[in-house]
């Protein structure tokens, strides 16, 4: 059996327990009829499919930066810089971004997404294969790498505001805990296209191989979301219904400014800012480091083997039980989740300190892995919905989610010069600095997140009594 394929035998395995365990949970019953359920799945699927391969557009550098580095083409200082230029690049085009998205609908952003992802990658491929067969000088592609990135995370930063907007309309806040652990496992499997599959793309056919084929794909999905994807229930030929979050009963228009300041005086949105910086820096700290971590020192063990594949089961299982817990423990608050989930990251991170050369290691990192992307998941794929409201879901979560890249963007800068390199790395001990590094701010994440613990949405107004009309599809409206 091909390596790929073992390592996706398991993700369909469990992501098929997954769906039969939240199948016999108990549901929040909101009058949904079986046709908007179903209509709300084809919509959900491909929009949840073309995000998670946005991922697979966008993290296949850091899959394959080790190889490079081996090959001379690419240092950890240049990637370095290369990724937190991309990070700033996206964190910043939230304040545009995120008013577009509100203003255009999610489903048109989301082919700009897309598109513009593909086109970036497609225009690296052609830049990789320029330099390694000669063409160009290999410090061509440093600068080159540096403009095209920052063009793709442009474009990429449309993925996470389009999805979230896209999907409010269609879940009641009582629903979203269970759609913020989907949020997780989205991500996860984005990660193992980049992780996994990226990384053997590479070493199989060469490096041109994880770019375009990750553009190829992004263009069959955007041509697929075109068709299928719709922007609410009511342009999908259902009706539209209270979702119960904090622009329910908002008809008057709202300015952007307004709406702006409204959210950014609240302390609860500030908070989650604050703890999805702590996530950014965390979630790549360990995603982007442990292989380099690994291949530098000889480990390469069972989990950098599969790298990808452990952090899309870990994903998964984080992200679902974010869920789970948030709905049916927790009563649709998110605050408490992310409180739990950052307990965990503190503890590993702390393990990591004593584990550095270990075998223990590896494993810490797929714990923490789980942990950071159910924060992840629910804050910036169901707070911000939630606090934001269905109407302005793309300027919250671009809010959000441009913080979480400024997180990125910082331990990009500081880990691209704190790690070692050259023969200094090959000593694990030199290492200890990468988990020491992560001790604090895991903490200020711990502590951020207990500041929530109670935040529920507060509408901008008293809800018009909305019936849930998602039950019936309008007469001669197709669906």
């Known amino acids: 059996m091909p390596q790929w394929l073992g390592n996706l035998l398991p993700i369909v395995l469990l992501l098929l327990t997954v769906g039969v365990v939240l199948n016999r949970l108990p549901k929040v019953d909101l009058g949904h009829s079986p046709a908007f359920r179903r209509r709300r799945v084809s919509n959900w699927v491909p929009l949840g499919l073309t995000y998670a391969f946005l991922y697979f557009g966008r993290y296949n550098l850091g899959a394959i930066v080790d190889l490079l580095e081996k090959d001379g ?15 700033a690049v996206y964190g910043c085009a ?22 513009g992802a593909a086109v970036a990658n497609t225009l690296m491929a052609v830049v990789m294969w320029q330099v390694t067969s000669g063409a160009w000088p290999k410090d061509a592609l440093v600068p080159a790498f540096l403009g095209l990135n920052a063009l793709n995370m442009y474009f990429q930063s449309f993925g996470a505001v389009s999805i979230v907007k896209v999907n409010a309309p269609w879940f009641h806040v009582r629903e979203r805990g269970v759609l913020g652990g989907l949020f997780g496992v989205l991500i996860s499997l984005g990660l193992y296209f980049s992780y996994d599959w990226a990384k053997a793309l590479a070493e199989a056919y060469g490096y041109v191989t994880a770019f375009w084929v990750p553009g190829a794909v992004l263009a069959g999905c955007l041509a697929v979301a075109a068709f299928v994807i719709r922007d609410s229930p009511a342009k999908a030929g259902f009706a539209d219904f209270d979702t119960g979050d904090a622009s329910s009963g908002q008809t008057a228009p709202v300015g952007l400014a307004a709406v ?24 790549q700290g360990v995603m982007k480091w442990f292989r380099p971590y690994a291949k530098a020192i000889g480990q390469t063990d069972f989990v950098y083997r599969n790298w990808g594949m452990l952090l899309c089961i870990a994903g998964i299982l984080g992200g679902v039980f974010a869920g789970f817990i948030s709905d049916h423990v927790f009563g649709s608050r998110r605050g408490p989740v ?5 307990g965990g990251m503190l503890a590993g991170c702390a393990g990591a300190v004593l584990a550095v050369g270990t075998p223990a290691m590896s494993w810490l990192m797929v714990f923490m892995s ?4 159910g924060v992840h998941g629910m804050l910036s794929g169901t707070a911000s919905a939630d606090f934001g409201g269905t109407k302005n879901a793309g300027l919250v979560t671009g809010i959000i989610d441009g913080f979480v890249y400024f997180g990125t ?18 000593d694990a001990a030199n290492w200890v600095r990468w988990p020491i590094a992560m001790v604090p701010i895991a903490l200020a994440g711990l502590y951020l997140a207990s500041r929530v613990w109670n935040a529920t949405p507060k509408r901008l107004s008293e809800p018009v009594p909305v019936a849930v009309a998602a039950t019936v599809p309008k007469t001669g409206a197709s669906g």
């Open 94 to 115: 939230f304040l545009l971004n995120g008013p577009l998205t509100d203003r255009w609908g999610g489903r048109v952003t989301l082919l700009l997404a897309a598109g």
């Open 260 to 283: 702006a300041r409204k959210m950014l005086t609240q302390r609860v949105i500030l908070i989650i800012v604050a703890v999805e910086f702590c996530s950014g820096f965390l979630r």
């Open 73 to 87: 083409l690419l240092t950890k200082a240049q990637f370095g810089d290369i990724d937190a230029v991309g990070a």
């Open 370 to 373: 789980l942990c950071v992307i």
């Open 338 to 342: 992310a409180a739990v989930l950052y």
């Open 409 to 426: 963007a910082a331990q990009a800068f500081v880990f691209g010069r704190l790690l070692p390199s050259g023969g200094e790395a090959k």
